[in-house]
């Protein structure tokens, strides 16, 4: 994706399709803006009208429960309307085209699109076909990017570590199917981080080309020592069908992560997973209920992140709507 496709022609974010291209000063913003709607659990939700007047239409193609839910709760605290397109219930089992669901939505004054798609290319196809006033946000694309888990995760290292600059990062289990990997690796290189480690048995690792300036790690315990945060990813089967990759139990022994695997990083290091997860085989549950997992709070942040991202993405159509 080159940068200029997700651009108005002033340079500004028109749509979120990728981290790719996107600089450190515009990630910070997004991380600012999302931080300023963050609230602890028990206090009232942020709410703004700031989006009020404007349409959303969730799409997701592919099962989702964090992020479809924290795009409709984003929405809803920023004022848009929202429309959740049961897909599967859709004109699209009859046969309508992609497209064509986008010009019905779009004749019904759905402003900006929230896509989850299994296959690549289709938020870029939809951000090349839509109104000049449209805006498309990439819910997760195949296994090449999911920009708001990334910005996400972000967010969560710098409430947890100040900082991106020096710390040693781990992200450990199918990187090869990952659009989390992509989309996290994208952020946390573009603010600074320098040690970053993708850590996988060699079946789950990308293909030689992918994940520049990262360390490719096949040991886990190697993988994980002396890291400041360690990112636990689940296995994609829904992505392959290589049935040699060690399952269940036997994975769990030879790649989870165990207390004593991380005790190998640093005393203050963080436990992160996008979810969903399984329990016993990426990561040992007494981990992620642990003092030391910030997982809850990654769907935490996981609203304020979308709401930061649909306000700077739709300012210009809501500023000429009188917001
Ligand atoms: N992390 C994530 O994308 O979760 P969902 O698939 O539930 O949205």
């Given at each position: 994706?080159?940068?200029?496709?997700?651009?108005?022609?002033?340079?500004?974010?028109?749509?979120?399709?990728?981290?790719?291209?996107?600089?450190?000063?515009?990630?910070?913003?997004?991380?600012?803006?999302?931080?300023?709607?963050?609230?602890?659990?028990?206090?009232?939700?942020?709410?703004?009208?700031?989006?009020?007047?404007?349409?959303?239409?969730?799409?997701?193609?592919?099962?989702?429960?964090?992020?479809?839910?924290?795009?409709?709760?984003?929405?809803?605290?920023?004022?848009?309307?929202?429309?959740?397109?049961?897909?599967?219930?859709?004109?699209?089992?009859?046969?309508?085209?992609?497209?064509?669901?986008?010009?019905?939505?779009?004749?019904?004054?759905?402003?900006?699109?929230?896509?989850?798609?299994?296959?690549?290319?289709?938020?870029?196809?939809?951000?090349?076909?839509?109104?000049?006033?449209?805006?498309?946000?990439?819910?997760?694309?195949?296994h090449?990017?999911?920009?708001?888990?990334?910005?996400?995760?972000?967010?969560?290292?710098?409430?947890?570590?100040?900082?991106?600059?020096?710390?040693?990062?781990?992200i450990a289990g199918d990187i090869r199917h990952s659009r989390v990997a992509r989309?996290?690796?994208?952020?946390?290189?573009?603010?600074?981080?320098?040690?970053?480690?993708i850590v996988a048995p060699e079946a789950l690792m990308p293909?030689?080309?992918?994940?520049?300036?990262?360390?490719?790690?096949?040991?886990i315990?190697?993988?994980?020592?002396?890291?400041?945060?360690?990112m636990m990813l689940r296995i994609q089967k829904e992505r392959f069908?290589n049935?040699?990759i060690p399952a269940?139990?036997?994975y769990?022994?030879?790649f989870g992560?165990?207390?004593?695997?991380?005790?190998?990083?640093?005393?203050?290091?963080?436990?992160?997973h996008p979810?969903p997860m399984n329990?016993?085989v990426e990561i040992?549950?007494?981990?992620?209920?642990?003092?030391?997992?910030?997982?809850?709070?990654?769907?935490?942040?996981?609203?304020?992140?979308?709401?930061?991202?649909?306000?700077?993405?739709?300012?210009?159509?809501?500023?000429?709507?009188?917001?």
């Amino acid at each position: 994706m080159e940068m200029t496709e997700q651009r108005r022609a002033d340079g500004s974010l028109r749509h979120l399709l990728t981290l790719e291209g996107l600089s450190r000063a515009e990630l910070e913003a997004l991380l600012e803006r999302a931080q300023h709607h963050v609230r602890r659990l028990g206090e009232p939700a942020p709410r703004s009208n700031a989006l009020e007047g404007v349409t959303v239409a969730n799409m997701f193609t592919e099962p989702s429960t964090r992020t479809r839910v924290s795009f409709e709760l984003a929405a809803k605290r920023l004022g848009a309307e929202v429309v959740n397109l049961e897909v599967q219930l859709s004109s699209r089992v009859k046969g309508e085209s992609m497209l064509d669901t986008i010009f019905t939505l779009e004749a019904l004054h759905v402003d900006v699109f929230v896509l989850r798609d299994a296959e690549a290319g289709v938020p870029a196809m939809v951000a090349a076909h839509v109104a000049p006033h449209v805006s498309v946000l990439s819910a997760g694309e195949a296994h090449l990017s999911h920009p708001t888990q990334g910005l996400l995760d972000a967010l969560t290292v710098l409430q947890h570590k100040r900082r991106c600059d020096g710390l040693s990062i781990a992200i450990a289990g199918d990187i090869r199917h990952s659009r989390v990997a992509r989309s996290a690796c994208h952020a946390f290189q573009t603010l600074g981080v320098k040690d970053l480690r993708i850590v996988a048995p060699e079946a789950l690792m990308p293909d030689p080309g992918e994940f520049n300036g990262c360390t490719r790690v096949t040991d886990i315990a190697q993988g994980i020592g002396g890291c400041d945060v360690v990112m636990m990813l689940r296995i994609q089967k829904e992505r392959f069908a290589n049935t040699t990759i060690p399952a269940g139990d036997d994975y769990f022994r030879e790649f989870g992560l165990t207390p004593a695997r991380l005790a190998l990083a640093k005393p203050d290091a963080i436990v992160m997973h996008p979810q969903p997860m399984n329990r016993g085989v990426e990561i040992d549950g007494a981990i992620a209920d642990g003092p030391r997992s910030v997982i809850r709070q990654q769907v935490t942040n996981g609203v304020a992140v979308r709401m930061a991202a649909l306000e700077i993405l739709a300012a210009p159509l809501a500023a000429r709507r009188g917001r």
